[in-house]
């Protein structure tokens, strides 16, 4: 049997051979990124503010917490991301989160599961950041489910796709300075299913962090609900090195 699949393996690579997800260059075996590509991405190590993950290019053990997390401490007590989202990531995200390229979340998750394998380990339950059902609708998919549908299956830990909702149907994001960001999601997100979370380890999926207005947002209804911690793991941050 074993050689049965790998044979008919080899003959789909053969009439089918995988291509680069950022540059389409054709790849061999199972790889989802050339050698070119995957060297232009940064992936995120361990040195980094214990709190919300900011990268530090020269770890200080005097001040392991990073300024921004001192002057105002997330809601989210924990945040992993797997790589910065950059010019060279954005060619990786994009098509995930905008063109329908919903095959690309397997290995999308695995990236996310190696940077935040600590977070889903001592977590109860996964729950997706929610679309408002009008932008699901539009968009047909919720990518941070995809990503935390996969993580959870690997992982095998228990995914909460429709316990957190999106209530408020926000406005988009993309030009909003901190301050925006964070008046935009208040009271955008509510708990369907308190006996779900209450009193769990929650671990909460996005696909972008920027200034992390919308995870505070999501801890807040969730340990307004009962949750023991809220910890967050996106596929990208964007960030300052430190």
Known sequence: MKLLKKTISLFINLLMPGRCYMCGKIVEGKSALCAECYSKMTFLSNQCCPVCGRPYVFPSEKEPVCQ???KEKP???RLRAAFTYDTYSRELVLPFK???RTDMAPFLSKLMIRAG???IDSCDVIIPVPLHPRRLLKRKYNQAGLLGHAIATTCQKKFLPNTLLRI???KSQGHDNRYQRKQNVKDAFAVKKKKDIRG???LLID???TTGATLNACAEALYAAGAKRVE????????RFI
């Open 200 to 202: 769990k380890k929650v």
């Open 207 to 209: 696909d972008v962090y």
């Open 98 to 100: 905008h063109a329908d």
């Open 75 to 77: 809601k989210v007590k």
């Open 117 to 119: 394998q600590e977070l």
């Open 232 to 239: 967050g793991l996106t596929l990208a941050r964007v960030c």
């Open 68 to 70: 921004s997390c001192l």
């Open 168 to 170: 408020i149907n926000t």
